[in-house]
């Protein structure tokens, strides 16, 4: 028997608590994980709150994503003692996920942890920051480069939003940071940030078109943010949009596209192919500094999980959150 957080139906609707579970409960995968570390995600949040109908089938081990050993095998890329991290793949939704002592997966959903990632940083990374590579890879393929002029970050404080600051920041970018905390404005120099800008500017809805200011956007939040941020970007601008802190709605129109040629990119970490997977991870490796990386994690037990997923929607939270779950692991 082992600790998991499960997510069960109640009269009320849900109840989440940690409760036993045996290694014969967990779902069907060819690749049994022994977990060691876990992270609380803006979506685990959901799932744990029943804010939002993230979890598809009850009970439910929620954590879509953990670092690990894998301790049984029958796929052909991985042996017993190898190093992983899953992120993604409807793990936490529709799988059982990673907020337990163990996790049976597909084989296939796994990446080999990268020489250099320790499993702690690894979580301390997370899906935040794997998705925080993957937007600053499209703003790259879109031709944004460190010369191209600023980069604006919005929920720059979040987990995202702090590792797309330092990522950009590292390869050489000016970064403005968008965020609704002017008292983590020290933090956020610290992650590299050139401006720090209060959310506040970007909340009313704005002119279809406003001052060009931006090269390339990371932005967190959709809604009326997103909407502002595309009528200020610069003449074929590029835009990743990942998130949807601040509303699923976007209250734009079509003046950005078709007068500055802006690009709009999609970013989808759950179904990422794995070769752009591999790469991230890879970049992830060489490119983030992992000293200043633990400065903006705080350590959660797995028994807190519970009381602090309320906090991480209302946007209480800085950086990255770890739940360390069996440190004999690795
Ligand atoms: P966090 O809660 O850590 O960060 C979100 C940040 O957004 C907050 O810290 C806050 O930053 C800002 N924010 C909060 N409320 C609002 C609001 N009403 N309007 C605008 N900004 C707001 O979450 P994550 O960084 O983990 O995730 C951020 C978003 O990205 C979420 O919507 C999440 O679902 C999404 N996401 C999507 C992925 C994908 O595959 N597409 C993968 C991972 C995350 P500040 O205080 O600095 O303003």
Redesign the pocket.
Known sequence: MFDAVLIRKSDSGQEAGVSKVETAQLPQGDVLVDVAWSTL???DALAITGASPVVRSFPMVPGIDFAGVVAENSHSDFKPGDRVVLNGWGVGERHWGGLAVRARVRGDWLVPLPEGVSLRNAMAIG??GY?AMLCVMALERNGVLPDSGEVVV????????SIATMLLASRGNSVAAV???MT?ADYLTGLGATSIID?AEFTQVGRPLAKERWAGAID??G?V?LANVLASMRYRGVVAA?????GMELPTTVAPFILRAVTLVG????LCPKPQRLAAWQRLAQELDMAKLDGMTTEVHLSDIVSMAPK?LD?Q?RGRILVPINLQVG
């Open positions: 995600n803006y979506k899906t935040a998705t919005t929920g720059a404080a979040g987990g995202v939003g965020t609704g905390r983590e959310r967190v939040a809604g943010v990942c998130g949807l802190a601040g970013i989808d970490s759950v991480f946007g939270v």
